[in-house]
């Protein structure tokens, strides 16, 4: 059956010219909706526009509670209801015009560091705003595999100024920011830039399998703060678990093949419900789940990276069940017709899903930064029986801050004191540690530092942080 074709648009100077004659409009609108604020886009059409507007709301941390996603033909007009992570709307002035403006650049070419200056507030840093040398890194996961390259790399002089891990169903993933220890800035000199690869190619094949495979790739990024044929990290990772194929393995253990759950109806499934089906001339992809943050960000990209067009949308949650509807077609203008292709686009939108979920402990980390610091602290959760699921640091001026993901075998108690264990030797390092399943989120400890400050509050500020935090959990289930 002969089906009319959405072709994108090639001409690259016509499609300059309709955007000048159609400028984008982005509306921030707090007067419509009494619990949150409405961002309203509407513009002239392109192919992967509507990935580059939920990354500018995914990294200002904002909560998308709902969408409605229209843009057939030339034209696109999207609203997302959002507000910060306490269920606030957005009232600061300066983040209004930072998402006005991000939102339009997006398709420019990229967020100036003008316009990141002018936020009053941190964005959390997706690729490094300086000169630095990336490396890409996939293989076979196995327990200590960060923390044995970050104490490569420290013993051979290079310092890590950013680094983002993940791992997901025995596969491995993570881009390292790297500059030269010893004398500073990006790590020119290609002998130096082949001794580093060397050396993190002989950690990645060690203890391989017969058969397994694994890539260490050298980027260079630009000035201007995005790597060469980058988009963005966290894409970018998105791009390399799904080059590995972490995606053939999850669909028995992470999704629900039961048409109708009835655990899910009650917010109590952990599994993943995909279902698709053809819908007047599109393909029609129903996804529900438990909620989480960033969760409309995972699936739009799980979309784009398969080069789907996603025409219309509606993403919402009840409870803490999110469902989203998407009406999808390939980029040139087929739809899904096969059973095979079908069944890849679900593996693909669960594995996108699943690899981001929250499982054991989540440690927060902040301290000076210091060349060695990502070994010291990977190499304590190595030694006292913890594996790191998922990992991401960065530095912020003279201070280095992260999160890391960790997980024992047991599940139980022994990973619980195993994790206390860690908080105790990185006293002044780690500064908080939460037990993560899903959504809910329980604060095991902190160090020492952290505690004496606590325990120097008033009772009426030791009250006041605690209502905050459960208005902060209910508000994430």
Known sequence: MMEIAYQPRI???????????????????????????????????????????????????????????????????????????????????????YIQQAICYSRKGGITKEMQSNLKREVQQRHVSTEHTAFEITGIDRPGLLSEISAVLSDIGCHVTAAVAWTHHERAAMVIYLEDGFNGGPIIDPI?????????DIVMEAHQRVGDESRVVVSVVEAKGAPVGWAHTERRLHELMYAEGAYENCFGCDCCSGDRCDALSRGRCERIHVAIEACNGYSMVSVKCRDRPKLLFDTVCALKELQFVVFHAVAGARGSTAEQEYFIRKKNGCTLE???QRERLRHCLVAAISRRASRGFKLDVRTKNKMGLLSDVTRTVRENGLSITRAEMSTQGENAVGSFYVAGVSGGEKDANAVEAVVRELRGVVVSAVKTVGMVSTRLGSSSDVEEENRAKSSIGRLLWSKLERLSTSIRR
């Open 11 to 97: 001409d690259s100077e016509i499609e300059s010219l309709v955007e000048r004659i159609n400028p984008p409009s982005v509306c921030v609108d707090n007067d419509s909706d009494p619990n949150c604020t409405l961002v309203k886009v509407d513009s002239a059409n392109k192919y992967g526009i509507l990935l580059d507007m939920v990354q500018v709301l995914a990294d200002l941390d904002l909560v998308i509670s709902k969408s409605y996603i229209s843009s057939d033909g030339d034209w696109f007009m999207d609203v997302f209801h959002v507000t910060d992570q306490l269920g606030n709307k957005l009232t600061d002035r300066s983040l209004i015009l």
């Open 192 to 200: 130096r830039k082949a001794q580093v690869k060397d050396h993190l």
């Open 338 to 340: 096969t059973e095979g």
